[in-house]
């Protein structure tokens, strides 16, 4: 039997995205002054079975479709927890990070060659305090948790991409980086939190694979989530380790969840009701994502 975690031809499903998305994305108006500031997302990224789920690619590339092709895009990863603040290699064609194992090797062949980003490099620079350190790697490439999902939005690589560490699990501290990174969004630069809205990978169960079974861990925190995101509860959000149903099960690590404060604090008004863009689930994960409204 095929399924996403054993697909006929590995990454097949994406190959029959790309006939009818690559016209579709040619086609994508770009970014303008007149249509201010970009929304800041919060996008929960899969890993290589997204390319074997087709109606989760069509989701992410409508959604960025629904938007005007930025003029660059900065993302944050649940997979790069660093500090200082470190910035991914910005020049054009720079080998991505394949952290992963245990895939068919198709998926470690895969390629997403984008344009140097050598000056969203600078920009990002100019925009931390002269107090903050800011790291620039030669080489790192972008990680799964920035590459996959963006093949899917914008397959055509023509958009600048840079990646930023997250420095911190602070939610503070987050929020206050997102704020640094809000006047980004003005110059047509969308600004992604990347992770995954539940991420209990311990836990999961033949069940989850087979059947696609949410566990009451993962729907009680989802719930929670979008309750909290649709009042613009900062501090409830803030709080999840504590005031979360589902936890320490939805997220034994703060790695996928924590991106979103980098996304709200980006917002104008970060405590403004956000817009779900996908929810659901894959394999019992919550899929939420959302744009900032404001």
């Known amino acids: 039997m095929t399924s996403i975690l054993n ?4 990454a097949g499903a994406y190959d029959r995205f790309l006939t009818e998305a690559l016209p579709r994305a040619r086609a994508q108006r770009e970014w303008a002054p007149a249509d201010g500031p970009l929304p800041a ?26 938007l005007p092709k930025p003029r660059s895009i900065l993302i944050i990863s649940a997979h790069w927890e660093s500090a200082p603040l470190s910035l991914s290699a910005s020049a054009a064609h720079t080998p991505l990070v394949y952290d992963f194992g245990g895939f068919h ?24 305090p002269a107090g903050e350190p800011l790291h620039q790697h030669p080489s790192r490439g972008l990680d799964h948790g920035a590459w996959v999902p963006l093949m899917a939005m914008y397959p ?33 630069v969308l600004v992604i939190g990347s992770g995954f809205m539940t991420h209990g990978l311990p836990f999961v169960t033949r069940e989850m694979f087979t059947r696609g079974t949410v ?44 991106p979103l404060f ?27 994502s959302f744009q900032t409204v404001g």
């Open 7 to 10: 697909p006929a031809v590995p």
């Open 41 to 66: 997302l919060y996008l929960s990224h899969g890993a290589p079975p997204l390319f074997d789920d087709g109606p989760w690619i069509r989701q992410l590339f409508d959604w960025a479709q629904s």
């Open 105 to 128: 090797p198709r998926y470690y062949t895969l390629r997403y060659d984008t344009p140097d980003a050598g000056s969203l490099a600078k920009r990002v620079a100019g925009a931390m």
């Open 156 to 188: 055509l690589a023509d958009v600048p991409v840079l990646q930023l560490s997250m420095p911190t699990q602070n939610p503070a501290r987050l929020l206050q980086l997102g704020a640094r990174l809000r006047p980004l969004r003005e110059e047509g």
């Open 215 to 258: 566990p009451a861990w993962s729907s009680d925190f989802d719930a929670w989530a979008a309750d909290a995101l649709a009042r613009g509860d900062l501090d409830e959000l803030a709080a999840y380790q504590t005031r979360a149903p589902g936890m320490p099960y939805a997220h034994p690590t703060a790695d996928h969840y924590i």
């Open 262 to 288: 980098i996304t709200l604090g980006a917002a104008d008004q970060p405590d403004r009701p956000v817009l779900t863009a996908i929810d659901g689930y894959m394999m019992g994960f919550s899929k939420r």
